[in-house]
T-cell receptor, first 117, second 111 residues
Framework: SAVISQKPSRDICQRGTSLTIQCQVD?????MFWYRQQPGQSLTLIAT?????????ESGFVIDKFPISRPNLTFSTLTVSNLSPEDSSIYLC??????????????FGPGTRLTVT | GEDVEQSLFLSVREGDSSVINCTYTDSSSTYLYWYKQEPGAGLQLLTY?????DMKQDQRLTVLLNKKDKHLSLRIADTQTGDSAIYFCAETGNSGYALNFGKGTSLLVTP
């Protein structure tokens, strides 16, 4: 199956700083997404990362706080800016694309665990 | 947004069957998914069902879909301790690709 890697896997950051998370897919994919999973909660979609254009953000998420890049069909970054303790979450990258089985599926990276102090 | 609802906890004995239920509200959902998340790990796609199907079986997993009632269930036969995890139901929502997740059902399998 196709594989998604994320860097860093975890980080502890100070309030007011920013963290950029990288997501790499080992094959070209149609769509990439960023989700947030707050402690003990479900996953919430932050935005769809569009290749070559601005990301499409969900209600409650804005570009100034969560700038996203997607320079090509296999790579995306999410920056969480001006960090506050409320940003402490797991951030997951996902991709929708064709697996080696031939089926189109949405699969997830291992996540980045962010703790803001 | 559209809601996906799941019960939060389920406890079963090893060897029994587990049934995890999910209800959703978006009748336009094309696919409905079940993901598994083990402690400290990412999300693993278990199975999914196309909205025009009633049932899908994959080894120990059986997915039942009642589209009229917008009810989805995941049955795990012969549940093992390694099945202990959080199970998320998800549907494709308006975009057709991005997923709306339920809050997850924490399954505990006891010996």
């Amino acid at each position: 199956s196709a594989v998604i890697s994320q860097k860093p896997s975890r980080d502890i950051c100070q309030r007011g700083t920013s963290l950029t998370i990288q997501c790499q897919v080992d094959s070209q994919v149609t769509m990439m997404f960023w989700y947030r999973q707050q402690p003990g909660q479900s996953l919430t979609l932050i935005a769809t990362a569009n290749q070559g254009s601005e990301a499409t953000y969900e209600s409650g998420f804005v570009i100034d706080k969560f700038p996203i890049s997607r320079p090509n069909l296999t790579f995306s970054t999410l920056t969480v800016s001006n960090l506050s303790p409320e940003d402490s979450s797991i951030y997951l990258c996902s991709a929708y694309g064709r697996q080696t089985s031939g089926k189109y599926e949405q699969y997830f990276g291992p996540g980045t665990r962010l703790t803001v102090t | 947004g559209e809601d996906v609802e799941q019960s939060l906890f389920l406890s079963v004995r090893e060897g029994d069957s587990s049934v995890i239920n999910c209800t959703y509200t978006d009748s336009s959902s094309t696919y409905l998914y079940w993901y598994k998340q083990e402690p400290g790990a990412g999300l693993q796609l278990l199975t999914y069902i196309f909205s025009n199907m009633d049932m899908k079986q994959d080894q120990r997993l059986t997915v039942l879909l009642n589209k009229k009632d917008k009810h989805l269930s995941l049955r795990i036969a012969d549940t093992q301790t390694g099945d202990s995890a959080i199970y998320f139901c998800a549907e494709t929502g308006n975009s057709g690709y991005a997923l709306n997740f339920g809050k997850g059902t924490s399954l505990l399998v006891t010996p």
